[in-house]
Each structure stands twice: as structure tokens, then as C-alpha cells.
């Protein structure tokens, strides 16, 4: 199919985009990628009017560090934080770079953007759930400056955000390392969305007994979810190994109430959710004594299942 007839209209700097959004209203969606807007387009599930090119925009495509945060702007694609340096990610921003190989076909990771998948809001994408997990900051601009989202409170839906209509994203901010976290995945054939994702972020101490953590869930909600129940159990404490993961483990499977579709039943997803957070909290909590390549290359044999 093809998608219903709309006018192009392209941006050469913010401040232009914004003012065509604000003069085009609702009938216009802003284009940077492409890589979700336009398939949905082509399927005639989306049809906006006008289409607003912002992928010409100089300086949104910057990735770097700001003191213990790291700012990545809306406009670098996966590709470019999946073969980001050690330099430009620093050794406790490594999940960002490992997860991207979970991200669809190369050719999509190469044109997708950071900003367009968290403005698109898809209860599976990476962005999403990466951005809940370890709190980000989303920043937006429209015609009135520049404000600040957290990313708990930035997803509202099924592909609904906070963003007002004349809005776009520029930058997303992680505040603080991560490293001893793990994203994992199943879908049917790699490539695909996910049935199921889970993330997790272990707060270890020198030894590697667990003090804490973070467990988020992408495919059991509308969208990407903190799971209180799971932190309970990593707030107990213990040496990180399988009787505290499996804990962890089962009480996020038992918290969440996922949806039946055609990709499997609820019990099918709570299934998934109880082996994907026991073995995202394994190889978090293996990451102090483990070699990043050798992570990167257990998450690129894997892939999409």
C-alpha cells in the first residue's frame, strides 16, 4: 500500500520546525527517520496532511558526556550509539550501546533515531524502556522554550506522549551511570518487536551483594513499566546470585496483568517476564567481574529470537 496523499515541508533549524508544526497543527507530524511513521503511513494507520522533515537540523545528532550524565541528542541514530566509543559513552553507559543489537535490521538502526523512537512510544522499543529504566530526562521544545519530562511521567499510551502538538524532542538525558544492567528480549524471529523485553539496573556494592535495583517491562502494558514489586525484593538485599534473582524474578511475573493478543495469552507473557528478568538480572549482576565484548557478543548471538 501507499500512503494518502500529504504536503513535505522540510526544516533547516529548530526553531523553523517548531513554527511550521505550531502553524500546521494537528494535521502535520514531524519526519526524521521514518522508520516507524512511515510504515504506518503506508498502511494508512496514520495519515497526517503535512510532513515536517527535520532530519537536515545540524546539532541534534551529538552524543556526550555532561559531568556523571549523557546526553544524546534526537537525531543520533541507534547505529551511532551502537558503535559508540568507550570515550564517548564512558564505562557506565555500555547498556545503551549493548541493547541497540536489539533493535530491529542494521538498516533500520542506521536511519532510526533516538528522538523518533521515544516520540513514537511503542510499549516494546528499547528507547522506551531503557528511558524508564533509568530515569531519564526528555527534552522538548515548542513555541513557548524548552522544558524538561521525566520519562516516567513522559509515556501516557499506546503511542501517546506528553508532547504538545507543536512540540518535538531535541534531547534525551540519562542522569547517571548504569553498570551493572542488562536488556533482554524475546520475539519470534529476530528482527521482530518484542513479545516480552525486560531491563534491570543492580545497585551492587564492592563485594556484589545486591543493595538495590531497578526492573523495567516493555510488551505487558500500554506502556514500558517500573515493577515496585521486583525492586522490594532487590531492596532486601543478598549476594547477587539465583535465589534473590529468582525471587526478583517471580515477583514481577506475578505483579504484572499483560494483555492477550495474537503474539500469545497473558500467562504465556508472564511467562516470558519471569525467565527474561531472572536472566537480565544474571548478566547484570556478572558484569563486575565479566568483559564488556564478551557481553556485547553474548547479546549479538542472541539477538531477536
Known sequence: MKPAAFTYHRAREVPGAIGLLAELGGDAKIIAGGQSLVAMMNFRLARPAHLVDIGRIGGLDQLRRDGQSLRIGALTTHHAVETATDASLGSGFTLLRDAMAWVGHLPIRTRGTVGGSLAHADATAEW?????????????????????????????????????????????????????????????????????????????????????????????????????????????????????????????????DPPGDGNGGADYRRALTRTLVEQACAKAGRLRSEPRRATIAESRSGGKQ
Open 128 to 256: 522506551c524502556l531503557l528511558a524508564v529504566l533509568l530515569d531519564a530526562e526528555i527534552v522538548a521544545q515548542g513555541p513557548h522554550g524548552t522544558r524538561t519530562v521525566a520519562a516516567r511521567n513522559f509515556f501516557y499510551g499506546f503511542y501517546t506522549t506528553d508532547l504538545a502538538p507543536d512540540e518535538m524532542i531535541v534531547e534525551v538525558v540519562f542522569p547517571r551511570p548504569a553498570p551493572h544492567s542488562a536488556l533482554l528480549e524475546f520475539a519470534e524471529r529476530r528482527g521482530d518487536f518484542a513479545i516480552v523485553s525486560a531491563a534491570v539496573d543492580l545497585d551492587l556494592d564492592a563485594e556484589g551483594a545486591v543493595l538495590g535495583g531497578r526492573v523495567a517491562l516493555g510488551g505487558v502494558a500500554p506502556v514500558p513499566v517500573r515493577v515496585p514489586e521486583a525492586e522490594a525484593v532487590l531492596a532486601e538485599g543478598g549476594p547477587a546470585g539465583p535465589e534473590v534473582f529468582r525471587r526478583c524474578a517471580a515477583a514481577a511475573a506475578a505483579a504484572i
